[in-house]
């Protein structure tokens, strides 16, 4: 089993490093680590977890959410090679902010925002025009939004929907697809920094 599960590791790293140049793992494991490091770092500072927490996510999804949509919209394609470690940030970033507090309903809103988010857009994959990347990113940025609260969800997913509608308009009559990864990043990016501006202001 084991040897089965290292040799189906192996396969999938020498796949994502002759499609996009390098092993993912290690950055994933950084990211995880660096995200971790920082919340704990905050929490014996004094610093709120949650807010710290929420600040790191958002950092991540920003950073990785760019890197996600230049790569889209260069060729149409979400590569696991950068949602991995974009999941292990803001995996690592809900963790350990509910491990240091004790808000398990916090952790299983984020889930449950995740699966949310992660069947509608399957749904729209099975449907027809949605590629298993932007499954996979839609449920990623599900839990980095459903950290906050139900409101940054919508709002964060319906965004990303409304920026993306002029191009999908722009191009309807050619029927080409249009990458929406971008959108989908830039709505919860601007989702994510609203509500965390809005708590700062309200500190």
Not at 62 to 91: K, Q
Request: aromatic share 6%; glycine share 10%.
């Amino acid at each position: 089993m084991k040897n089965a599960l290292s040799k189906r590791l192996d396969q999938e790293t020498s796949r994502m490093r002759a499609s996009d140049g390098f092993n993912p793992f290690p950055l994933a494991i950084a990211a995880a680590i660096g995200m971790a490091g920082y919340i704990l770092i905050a929490s014996s500072t004094g610093t709120d977890v949650p807010s710290a927490a929420r600040a790191a996510v958002l950092v991540a999804v920003l950073v990785f959410g760019v890197w996600v949509g230049w790569v889209d919209a260069r060729s149409h394609r979400i590569p696991d090679a950068v949602t991995i470690p974009m999941a292990a940030a803001v995996v690592a970033g809900v963790t350990t902010c509910t491990l240091l507090t004790g808000d398990w309903a916090l952790a299983g809103q984020a889930l449950l925002a995740s699966a949310t988010l992660g069947i509608v857009y399957l749904v729209a994959a099975i449907a027809g025009g949605l590629g298993l990347g932007d499954v996979k990113l839609a449920a990623i940025l599900g839990l980095a939004l459903g950290f906050n609260s139900w409101t940054t969800v919508l709002w964060g997913g319906l965004l990303g929907l409304v920026l993306a509608l002029p191009h999908a308009l722009g191009v309807r009559k050619s029927r080409r697809l249009i990458p929406l990864g971008p959108y989908m990043a830039a709505g919860a990016i601007a989702a994510l920094a609203a509500d965390l501006l809005k708590e700062w202001m309200m500190s």
